[in-house]
């Protein structure tokens, strides 16, 4: 009988029935304001062990939770999974697949599953219940590894919210396919890595995570107190040294008959070193917006294969930053911010931007977005927009604008037959702030503004009420330097070397001071209706100290060097539709200019080569008035209450 005893107990363990110092299963009712619950061991939850005895299979039911609680079929529950020694100390086994069966919820039951310790009896470490905010970090690990989580059946996944700690990896390494991580909302997942000794051991994400519920607003019930938030379909994702799994919240556009827009919180790489391979997988929040990624590692594997950061509405930032410090890592990623696509939203402002990107690295890939801008409510512009340190391979399409913020890159890689539209930016409808290449030798290939407008304001290149930046734009100290108390990034086009600059209008548009482009040297530049602004070399010369430091003036400005005679560019060809009174062009080395209306602004030129020639097909003067001597609008209002230099600003509805 005793025989007999023991076998029926290893049949029992053998089929997967709790035991203690394995992995566990507790839940309660989430707390209610006035009945404090303490949690319960779920003894219907099958824990399997592998061959090894270190690694859990989990699965448990909506029936093996209510059962064990309080017997109701209906409410939301916290459920915990973790091994035990989790609760008295550093974990020690890992968690394979844990697969949840909702099967028997009501429309509107839902389950907190937390991979953390259970406050059980005599814990040392235990994690309460769901966090009230997704910043408020999980204060144990609930197992060391853990492979993967699937809901059932399929379609009932938005049931499920996950908040989780490892102390190690989440999915293994070089299995295909991908273990996955598949359930309605994720909270929090932190896989953070231990520490042995002085080695981080783990903090990698290997796994697949996909979160099929859409953002909603939740009442949280905690402490006895209730608290309404909007919770993301994915909160917080933080990992050590990589994610090297796909991080997707597609949405659903059929979810209780409501817009499924489905948003990630922010995706955080905090340890990672030049030597770990950073963030290799995609990250997509294809019906809604991404708030932040920001890494300590590279993005991408390599020009073959990039990271795809796809966002419906709009990515607020993606940085390679460890605190303050912006890091040289190198982006390999396609990077869209307007999947949704459709009509450009010029009013709000705010939907399918991309309001940051940020590397001393280098950047490969493409970057698409409806406006490049500070995010709504932005009391400063000027650490808004994209700068890449290094070389950026790849193009730019702005469907929009850039309004308030600049692009400033080191240099950009020029076209090749291969890669024709490599170093191509294309700004829809308007620039209002900064397109720059920032190293000695760097260079600006190809620069469209204005040639697809979208929206009713003025399009083109436009002012800024910041005063002229004199000193070289610097990509991480992007105030201007005389001009501490500015709010805006200047309004200038500048580089060393400019290949095909092409800009519908140039308007000054209620600004202080009008747009400027500058660089020594540039290829072919067309404009057509030039209203304010002035292209030149960009090369002042300053009085200097002894140290080779400009020297500074009573109202905090560099001293110019009057006798300094290299005000003006090289350029190719040169296209004006006609050149207002507001307009100058100081230019050498042409070989040919022309302009097909009028010529009342200003021309600079040391001197006509032979061969060089400078066409004007109709007047040379100054204009006045609607008469012929003054520009077409060309599709601009004509505003009689304003002097010449600031005709024709506002832009017709089109």
Same mark, same amino acid.
């Given at each position: 009988m005793?025989?007999?005893g023991v076998l029926a107990m290893l049949s029992v363990l053998t089929l997967g029935q709790v035991s203690y110092g394995d992995v566990e299963v507790w839940a309660r009712r989430r707390v209610t304001i006035g009945q404090p619950a303490s949690p319960v061991q779920v003894t219907g939850a099958i824990v399997t062990p592998r061959t090894g005895g270190t690694t859990f299979d989990v699965h448990f039911s909506y029936t093996d939770v209510y059962t064990a609680v309080d017997g109701q079929l209906q409410g939301e529950w916290t459920v915990w999974v973790f091994d035990r020694d989790a609760a008295f100390g550093d974990p020690a086994k890992n968690i394979g697949a844990i697969t949840i069966d909702v099967s028997a919820a009501q429309l509107n039951d839902s389950m907190g599953v937390l991979i953390a310790p259970a406050p059980i009896p005599n814990a040392t470490r235990s994690v309460e219940d769901f966090a009230v905010v997704w910043d408020q970090a999980i204060a144990w690990p609930g197992a060391m590894d853990l492979e993967s989580i699937s809901v059932t059946p399929t379609g009932s996944e938005y049931k499920v919210s996950l908040g989780m700690s490892i102390g190690g990896d989440v999915g293994r390494a070089n299995v295909t396919p991908r273990d996955e991580l598949r359930v309605g909302q994720i909270y929090r997942m932190q896989v953070e890595g231990r520490n042995v000794g002085n080695t981080l051991i783990g903090g990698n994400i290997h796994a697949n995570i996909t979160a099929l519920a859409p953002d909603r607003l939740s009442n949280i019930i905690h402490n006895e107190s209730v608290s309404a938030t909007i919770r993301r379909a994915i909160g917080i994702i933080t990992a050590a040294k990589s994610i090297q799994g796909t991080i997707s919240a597609p949405g659903d556009v059929d979810f209780l008959f409501l817009p499924g827009f489905a948003s990630i919180e922010s995706v955080r790489l905090t340890n990672a070193t030049t030597n770990d391979v950073g963030i290799t997988g995609n990250i997509l929040a294809q019906r809604g917006t991404i708030n932040s990624i920001l890494t300590t590692g590279k993005i991408g594997t390599n020009a073959t294969t990039k990271s795809q950061i796809r966002a419906g509405r709009g990515i607020l930032q993606i940085r390679a930053v460890d605190g303050s410090q912006v890091l040289a890592r190198d982006f390999y990623a396609d990077v869209t911010a307007n999947l949704l696509g459709g009509d450009v939203d010029a009013f709000s402002l705010r939907d399918k931007s991309l309001n940051k990107l940020e590397t001393a690295g280098n950047f490969i890939g493409t970057i698409n977005a409806d406006f490049i801008r500070p995010p709504t409510g932005t009391f400063t512009e000027l650490d808004w927009g994209i700068f890449v340190g290094g070389t950026f391979t790849g193009d730019i399409h702005v469907r929009a604008s850039v309004l308030g913020a600049s692009i400033a890159i080191g240099t950009f890689t020029a076209p090749t037959n291969e890669m024709p539209n490599t170093g191509h930016i294309d700004i829809y409808h308007a620039l209002d702030g900064a397109v720059v290449a920032t190293a000695i030798d760097g260079r600006i290939p190809f620069l469209s503004i204005g040639r697809t407008p979208r929206g009713n304001g003025a399009g083109g290149f436009i002012g800024s009420n910041c005063e002229p930046q004199s000193l070289p734009f610097r990509p991480w100290a992007p105030q201007v330097p005389f001009d501490p108390g500015a709010t805006q990034p200047d309004s200038v086009i500048s580089a060393p070397s400019i290949g095909f600059v092409t800009i519908s209008h140039m308007l000054q548009v209620e600004k202080r001071y009008s747009p400027r482009i500058e660089s020594p040297s540039?290829?072919?530049?067309?404009?057509?209706?030039?209203?304010?602004?002035?292209?030149?070399?960009?090369?002042?010369?300053?009085?200097? /100290?002894? @140290?080779?430091? #400009?020297?500074? /003036?009573? @109202?905090?400005? #560099?001293?110019i060097d009057n006798l300094a005679t290299n005000d003006y560019a090289s350029i190719g060809a040169l296209k004006i539709q006609c050149l207002m009174p507001g307009g100058a062009v100081w230019f050498q080395n042409t070989s040919l200019t022309t302009v097909a209306e009028h010529l009342l602004g200003e021309f600079h030129l040391p001197h006509l080569q032979a061969g060089e020639q400078i066409r004007i097909a109709q007047r040379l003067g100054r204009g006045r008035g609607t008469s012929p001597d003054s520009c077409g609008c060309a599709n601009l209002q004509y505003r009689p209450d304003r002097p010449i230099e600031n005709l024709c600003l506002v832009r017709e509805p089109l």
């Open positions: 005793k025989k007999l540039i290829d072919e530049a067309v404009i057509d209706d030039f209203r304010e602004g002035v292209v030149w070399s960009g090369s002042l010369e300053y009085e200097v /100290d002894g @140290n080779g430091q #400009p020297l500074i /003036d009573t @109202n905090n400005r #560099p001293v």
